[in-house]
């Protein structure tokens, strides 16, 4: 069974901090999701990434996708109030038309 | 208006009852899925189908039933609600992109039930 070791579970820091959130597993993914989810929604896609190594950027976030596919981080400079909110990793497990074996979260708390 | 809704939003309900969560979507999807949360186990999936006459169990599916009624409408039921299936409930829709890439999920603002 292939699990997916999000780190930390919740996090609460001041503005214009920085922080970086983990999304570990032993086994390979063909690609990673990124999603937000604010409270009384769904979550949203942040990002997707597919090959080992990449580095995605989106503002103030930056998705790193580990070289051997296993693991990714999604860092955050200067965190600003918006970003509160739930993270999401989601790894495509390799030769499945559908499974996404999901992250627990971080639940991201930024305090003006 | 949101591209997939599901309605009740909140409900209510006591042991033993049937509960029916509807799902609808506007995206032109085949494939929609229905997921549970709970508070630190993430998204898990309890059913999923790629076309009108495609259904197939997710991890969890035991306690639930779906229907698809046509290629917009997945329906979740619960055929006798018990407590420890009080959550937050999702459908989701998503595009089919081949090579084994799933593509981006496209969910609904959720279904909270309470099951007393």
């Known amino acids: 069974t292939q699990l997916l070791e999000q780190s930390p579970q919740f996090l609460s820091i001041q503005e214009g901090e920085n922080l970086t959130v983990y999304c570990n597993s032993s086994?390979?993914?063909?690609?990673l999701q990124w999603y937000r989810q604010e409270p009384g929604e769904g979550p949203v896609l942040l990002v997707t990434v597919v090959t080992g190594g990449e580095v995605k950027k989106l503002k103030r976030l930056t998705f790193q996708f580990g070289d051997a596919r296993k693991d990714s981080s999604l860092h955050i400079t200067a965190a600003q109030p918006g970003d509160t909110g739930l993270y999401l990793c989601?790894?495509?497990?390799?030769?499945?038309?559908?499974?996404?074996?999901w992250g627990a979260g971080t639940k991201l708390i930024i305090k003006p | 208006d949101a591209d997939v809704t599901q309605t009740p939003r909140n409900r209510i309900t006591k042991t033993g009852k049937r509960i029916m969560l509807e799902c609808s979507q506007t995206?032109?999807?085949?494939?929609m899925y229905w997921y549970r949360q709970d508070p630190g186990l993430g998204l898990r999936l309890i059913y999923y189908?790629?076309?009108?006459?495609?259904?197939n169990k997710g991890e969890i599916s035991d306690g639930y039933s779906v229907s698809r009624q046509a290629q917009a409408k997945f329906s979740l039921s619960l055929e006798s609600a018990i407590p420890n299936q009080t959550a937050l409930y999702f459908c989701a829709t998503s595009d089919f992109n081949g090579g084994g890439f799933t593509g981006e999920l496209f969910f609904g603002e959720g279904s909270r039930l309470t099951v007393l």
């Open positions: 989601a790894g495509v497990a390799p030769r499945s038309n559908y499974q996404l074996i």
């Open positions: 189908s790629f076309d009108v006459k495609d259904i």
């Open positions: 995206k032109g999807h085949d494939r």
């Open positions: 086994s390979v993914f063909s690609s």
